[in-house]
């Protein structure tokens, strides 16, 4: 077992998220309890990826507990989950040394401290107790031996991963139920990082037709990406065929959109699919799961666990990640990247970025990621 013991104390420097304006972070300074139990380990986070998809948490937070994996005491203010590389700074956990880096669910602050269960060679489950009921697919943090955490292809795993476990298990939640019978895919704000990695992965599963919705501004991006059979502004949704079976993914979150869709494609909508929220950041409870406007929400963490249970987790992982692989190939193609790595320093900086996070300023080509000194 590695122990190292610091002071008693020790000083945690965090960027909270005020809860109900998410534009607005503050920095503040707090201690830890530095003093470790059997199974405790202090991480330092070293750098993370900023996306459209931690804005989601922050909006979801209350509806779907992303507030309580990293509680702040403050009712106010919360912590936003990021997806990061740690090292490990103190450790009285067999099995995980100091040095070690981990991949996983982090807060926007310089240490976490874990409580550690089976852990092995490839990481590690945390169980604290506030955190035992929260899905499982955010307490798993996966070592990072024999990778280079400063390598572009690095810096694009770690981007995506979060978006990419929500694309691949969404289509496969759509392959599991065959399409629905659609013969049309349309997706909404087709030019973000979830929607085109979805696209992506439902390319040759199916024989329906995927169409791209998009803003004028996002048009020739989202046409250059070459994930979509075609590609349609908002204010060209009239001209999509409405008289076959249509299956509507939403990633805008915008309900007079919804209304739309619903208005145009009729009886001919056979599943509204609400798979996150780009622009609107205010959880949409109202059309979520009603039955006759055919809108569900979909949430990755359950259906990762029901494929798990039939599969196995190897299975899973193993599928996931040669898909993901191929995902990361195309779109950072030296020749045509579509999405160019962003690199900010410090917290200061991270405040900023989700600032245009939250008002839709990051451009769809953009891939932010966070380094503290």
């Not at 780009?278 to 949409?284: I, P, T, V, Y």
């Amino acid at each position: 077992m590695t122990s190292q013991k610091p002071s008693a104390s020790m000083t945690n420097r965090r960027l909270l998220t005020r809860k109900n304006r998410l534009h607005e972070s503050r920095l503040e300074d707090c201690q830890i309890e530095a003093e470790l139990k059997e199974g405790e380990a202090i991480i330092r986070l070293e750098r993370f990826g900023l996306t459209t998809n931690n804005i989601t948490y922050a909006a979801f937070g209350d509806a779907m507990g992303y507030w309580q994996f990293f509680p702040t005491g403050q009712d106010e203010w919360g912590h936003m989950p990021v997806w990061g590389i740690g090292r490990v700074i103190a450790s009285a956990a067999e099995g995980i040394q100091v040095g070690d880096q981990y991949f996983g669910y982090y807060p926007m602050a310089t240490h976490l401290k874990v409580i550690a269960d089976k852990i092995s060679a490839g990481g590690f489950v945390e169980v604290s107790e506030h955190r035992k009921a929260l899905p499982a697919a955010y307490n798993y943090y996966t070592n990072y031996a024999g990778k280079d955490a400063t390598s572009p292809e690095s810096d694009y795993r770690m981007l995506l991963r979060p978006l990419f476990l929500t694309s691949y298990m969404l289509a496969d939640y759509l392959i599991d139920n065959t399409f629905f019978a659609a013969q049309q895919i349309v997706i909404s704000s087709a030019s973000s990082k979830t929607a085109f990695g979805s696209a992506f992965c439902l390319a040759g599963p199916t024989d329906a037709r995927i169409i791209g919705l998009t803003s004028d501004r996002n048009r020739a991006f989202v046409q250059r990406l070459g994930c979509y059979q075609s590609v349609a502004t908002y204010e060209e949704l009239a001209s999509i065929n409405a008289g076959i079976p249509t299956l509507y993914i939403d990633f805008s979150g915008d309900d007079a959109l919804r209304e739309h869709i619903h208005q145009h494609f009729g009886d001919n909508l056979v599943h509204d699919c609400y798979a996150g929220s780009a622009s609107n950041l205010e959880f949409n409870t109202d059309s979520v799961g009603d039955a006759d406007r055919k809108t569900h929400f979909f949430f990755a963490a359950p259906h990762y666990r029901k494929r798990v249970q039939e599969l196995g987790g190897p299975a899973v992982l193993g599928a996931m990640d040669a898909r993901q692989a191929d995902f990361i190939q195309a779109l950072s193609n030296p020749q045509a990247p579509w999405i160019r790595l962003c690199h900010s320093e410090g917290f200061e900086q991270a405040a900023q970025v989700v600032e245009q996070l939250c008002d839709n300023k990051v451009a769809p080509d953009e891939g932010h990621i966070v380094v503290l000194p």
